[in-house]
């Protein structure tokens, strides 16, 4: 089988594809052979070396991905030969053809839902849904600032907003064209380019002059300065990410002093999935995949690539020209001789 290794950090160009063997799944767990893995933003960083400060190599990434069942071992009771599955993986592993897998590693998805969907769903949809329901406490008519809407997680996170209710939904993207996608196909009620003028102005416009009640930021930098400022009395701010720090880790990082939240009343948190306990993920879980299947929420599949083309997605994700999650497709082997291309469309998937 194969698997990408990084032995070195740096550029798209240092993933190495290699072949290994097929590894045996777990006493108690699986083996499961790989349809379909997402790629996430966190795999870039952790590509630069910038993940953790223990982050140690030769490595092989990937942290989610969708597949069957077609081994376990002999402790298994949980998951059945032949069985569509999810994998979640916070340590890696999952950029490769077969992924040996602990019980604790695997999810039933939305039964509707093709591999890619699935792929797609998890790292996203879980923790917008985190984010929101169980941090925010987002409450029906609240107004909710999502930054980098386009992208895998703010996708996510607009359809749940829509589904809950909060309005006005708002999206920040980086050019007209993924706001309209933002708009159009996702549903928000505006989205305006992070670069454009007046924005505190506008999105204030949107809600009579009060502010925004929450706001899930995974960017950093000036657009979190911008979406605190906008923060209302009682506002609550969730932040999963800093997209806007370069890959040299030169960009500012924020800082925010203690009084003024209390001055103005306000909340800051940020989330992290892998800190939660498994308990506390697995019953998430079930309440999403429920919600999205009684509302009939499906993941945006952008761009899809074979797996030994891994680095034309890196070099594509990070050119931040995406819409929704990009994915990885095991099972295809280069013709001989053929060079990986990149060729980037950016279009909305339809």
């Not at 300065?225 to 924020?254: C, N």
């Amino acid at each position: 089988m194969r698997q990408v290794r990084l032995a070195a950090f740096g550029g798209p160009e240092v993933l190495e594809i290699q072949e290994v063997e097929v590894p045996a799944p777990p006493a108690e767990g699986y083996l499961v052979e790989l349809r379909a893995i997402g790629v996430n933003f966190a795999e870039i960083v952790e590509r630069r070396g910038r993940y953790r400060r223990e982050q140690q190599l030769p490595a092989v990434l990937g942290k989610e991905a969708a597949g069957v069942i077609v081994d376990r071992g002999p402790g298994a009771r949980d998951f059945e030969l032949g069985e569509t599955v999810i994998v979640v993986s916070f340590a890696g592993g999952c950029y490769a053809d077969y992924f040996a897998a602990s019980p604790h590693q695997l999810l039933r998805g939305p039964a509707s839902y093709g591999f890619e969907e699935l792929a797609a769903f998890a790292n996203s949809f879980a923790t917008a849904w985190y984010a929101l329901v169980e941090q925010m406490r987002a409450r029906r008519g609240e107004a909710i600032l999502i930054t980098a809407a386009a992208g895998a997680l703010g996708s996510a996170a607009v359809a749940l907003a829509r589904a809950l209710g909060l309005e006005p939904v708002i999206g920040l993207a980086g050019s007209g064209a993924k706001c309209r996608f933002v708009e159009e196909r996702l549903g928000a009620h505006a989205c305006f380019e992070t670069a454009g003028d007046q924005l505190g102005t506008r999105i204030r416009s949107l809600t009579a002059g009060r502010g925004i009640d929450l706001v899930l930021d995974s960017v950093g930098g000036s657009v979190l300065d911008l979406a605190l400022e906008l923060l209302a009395p009682l506002g609550r701010l969730v932040s999963v990410g800093f997209s806007s720090i370069d890959r040299d880790y030169r960009g500012a990082l924020p800082t925010l002093h203690l009084l003024e939240l209390f001055h103005r009343s306000i909340s800051v948190s940020g989330l992290n999935l892998e800190n939660l306990d498994y308990p506390r993920r697995q019953s998430a879980w079930r309440e999403l995949v429920s919600f999205v299947e009684c509302h009939g929420l499906r993941p945006v599949v952008g761009e899809i690539f074979p797996l030994h083309h891994v680095a034309a997605a890196h070099q594509a994700l990070e050119s931040r020209a995406t819409f929704g999650k990009l994915i990885l497709r095991p099972g295809v082997r280069p013709a001989a001789g053929a060079r990986a291309p990149f060729e980037l469309t950016a279009q909305p998937p339809e």
